[in-house]
């Protein structure tokens, strides 16, 4: 197998840290980048040319099976050994032992010395869960003191938000990163896209325990009848195009209805697959949802798989070219890995749609650049304040009526929630473009701040376009200049009158009615950046000029 440029330069980077420091690194490469590879070739190289010993350590069998087949492709002259009682293998002599941290955490006396250990995705350590690490490595030392550790991840974050890397943990600093834009680039991941929409889900009385969402409260509000038969039509509707829709539910209720749904109102046959499902049943739908089937009696390959938290880490499905996110996480971990499904090259998949009706998009960001924040103390899950969509001030939660306007805020549980995929662009710098129509215009002048007092002023217009998405621009009536020329511009395209002189003219001027009624809008979102840009206008009729505005005649006045 020929490695890739940066497989091997992740590689190098390894053995520099190995060489040079007396941490342990970990290397990030994306999900479907190929971090197996990298793995089988410091295998090969620590076995035949440094006459080591590794053991590889991971969290769930397709892992260990995936590592099994690529140092044998990699090295097929390699003793490799497997140590695990879900594969049901007890292998202890070999070079290199493949083995589930489960099975061995209590045996590296049996298992003999190490010189290095690799831990495959070692973002699914959780904090809870280092101790079955410790306890090996600590016998493992005892063994051997010299023996190194090098964790493999895509992320490098736990699950539930924290870093892997921490000085008194084993794993101490990462050693070589590459990242997901530079491999889209590079043709070596699929590039990913998200459905334009308007609206985003509603999680705002989700409650968080122990950072996550509490996951009855998660499920009843996505099972919803309304909003899985919305979400149904929309998912339907949006992968006609599509091959293969990898879908993540809520629980198990929550992914059967998504299910009955489907197949009951839509005549299509949905997958489901659940910790609950037997080993046998499961093979065979991923099977159909692979297009792996074999033998005379095949059924229909699967267009539509539902699962519940177990088609993330491990489960390698190039054919995806739709994920579909029907359940919110605070976890940027598992967020990361639900849109990882869809990363992986397949023969005629341009890309991979993501379609996220849990708000998780705008929760973590772009999934090329995820927001990573310091885990906060237990609370009740409620934010401190909340958003007035009148007057847009800023109250305490616990308020039913805005103190500023007197609006009434909906009781919590009539709260609704859009079947609406969000809008959200999936990588940092896509563009996405969507039209709004105005709900209302606002007219103001606007101060620079902390400008001086005689500084030129400028006509401001605040559009309304949700219930509580305001956009605004800036006219620079009282600028000199391109500024000026670009002002009289705007004001001509929605008005015969003369551009006024000054910002306060201009406010008095709309408010009487001089200006076109602007109809609709296109907001230009680019992922990354800070605000939305108007980028079109849909302007209404011209209003008749302003008499008072006409020049008047003064030819004939004796002066």
Known sequence: MQLRSYQQSAIDSVYSHLREKETNPVVVIPTGGGKTPAMATICRDAVQTWNGRVLILAHVKELLEQSVEKIRQIAPDLNVGVYSAGLKRRDTSHSVIVASIQSVYKRACELDAFDL????????IPADGEGMYRSFLSDAKVINPEIRVVGFTATAFRLDAGPICRDDHFLNGVCYEVGIKELIAQGYLSPLVTKAGVAKAQTDELHVRAGEFIASEVEAVMDEDSLVEEACAEIMELTKDRKS?????????????????????????????????????????????????RGLFQKPTLKYLCNVNVLTTGFDAPNVDCV??????????????MVGRGFRLSPGKENCLVLDYGGNVLRHGPVDAIRI????????????????????????????LCPQCGYEFPDPERTEHDASASEEGILTGQVVDRDFEVR??????HTKKNAPEDAPKTFRI????????????????EHTGWARRKAESWWSERSDDPAPKTAK?????????????????????????????IVGYEIGPKPEPNPAWEPVDLSDVPF
């Open 462 to 477: 605040d559009y309304r376009l949700g219930l509580d998405y305001w956009v605004s621009e800036w006219v620079c009536l």
């Open 505 to 533: 003219e201009a406010v008095d001027l709309a408010n009487a009615g001089a200006l076109a009624f602007c109809e609709s809008l296109k907001i230009r979102s680019v992922v990354g950046e800070k605000y939305d840009k």
């Open 117 to 124: 250990i690799l831990v495959d995705e070692c973002h699914l």
């Open 373 to 400: 924040e310091e885990k906060q103390p237990a609370s009740d899950g409620l934010a401190p304040a909340k958003e007035c969509p009148e007057c847009r001030a800023l109250v305490a939660t616990a308020y039913k």
């Open 324 to 337: 579909v996110l029907l359940r919110p996480t605070m976890s940027p971990g598992l967020y990361y890995q």
């Open 440 to 445: 209302d215009i606002n007219y103001s002048v």
């Open 245 to 293: 829709v990898l879908v993540f539910a809520s629980g198990v209720a929550h992914g059967q209805h998504v299910q009955r749904v489907l197949q009951d109102q839509h005549g299509v046959e949905c997958g489901f697959v659940c910790g609950e499902t037997s080993d046998q049943e499961r093979k065979e739908v991923l099977s159909r949802f692979r297009n792996e089937q």
